[in-house]
């Protein structure tokens, strides 16, 4: 009876523990008008423009980048690099198994992003009209009007309209209740494996085993 208790007490931590393992989440700082980025942080989103061009995310540290839809699933979506005010080569963002999106390379390998990297993000709006995350390229920012929000300093949030709509940026809720799309950006140092968290099987495992026992317990019980 003993180790069944010990069992599914170690069950009760095996989740928060490996969770907290397998995203290994970095922090990320919002950079406005008046606050320049500090280095400390993983990465930093440029939401005002002082450093750079306006709601560019940037790398401070080695990181791979983690992507959830937190509204408007199934929207037409993507992820570029940036080299100045200049748009690079597009990310291969694939799906993995935990339903986040990631970047991944040609060979299937995550991609690492580094000091100095820069990225943007675009959205397709229901009427197919590219909408730009980052102001000025190729002239679709120019009629939208994107929020972002940096929320507990580990997520980015990003609220898409559709084209030409103006959003508030007062709060994550009314970026969240106004955005056709929102998009929540997290960097980590951690690869993603694309593979089930392994707090999860681990406790159907043990989840399992408690129940064998329990049954065990009673036969012999009787």
Not at 72 to 90: E, I, K, P, Q
Not at 96 to 101: K, P, S, V
Not at 160 to 165: R, V
Not at 184 to 199: N, R, S
């Amino acid at each position: 009876m003993k180790k069944i208790l010990f069992a599914l007490i170690a069950g009760l931590f095996a989740v928060p523990l490996f969770a907290a393992y397998q995203y290994d989440y970095g922090t990320i700082s919002g950079a406005s008008s008046d606050k320049r980025p500090d280095s400390k942080y993983t990465a930093y989103a440029d939401r005002g423009g002082s450093a750079g061009l306006q709601n560019t995310l940037y790398f401070n540290h080695e990181s791979y980048l983690y992507l959830d839809i937190a509204k408007g699933a199934g929207a037409n979506f993507g992820a570029y690099y940036l080299d100045g005010a200049t748009r690079g080569a597009d990310l291969n963002l694939q799906l993995t198994a935990d339903g986040r999106y990631s970047a991944f390379d040609a060979d299937g390998n995550a991609v690492q992003f580094n000091p100095g990297d820069a990225i943007g993000f675009w959205y397709e709006d229901a009427n197919g009209k590219i909408v730009y995350n980052t102001p000025g390229l190729e002239g679709e920012h120019r009629q939208t009007y994107n929020a972002t929000w940096i929320k507990d300093q580990d997520t980015y949030m990003i609220g898409f309209g559709e084209y030409g709509q103006y959003i508030n940026s007062r709060n994550p809720d009314q970026i969240y209740g106004e955005s056709a799309f929102v998009m929540d950006v997290q960097v980590g140092g951690t690869a993603p494996t694309g593979q089930p968290l392994p707090g999860v099987p681990a406790t159907l495992l043990i989840g399992g085993a408690v129940a064998t026992g329990r049954r065990l317990y009673r036969r012999r019980a009787c």
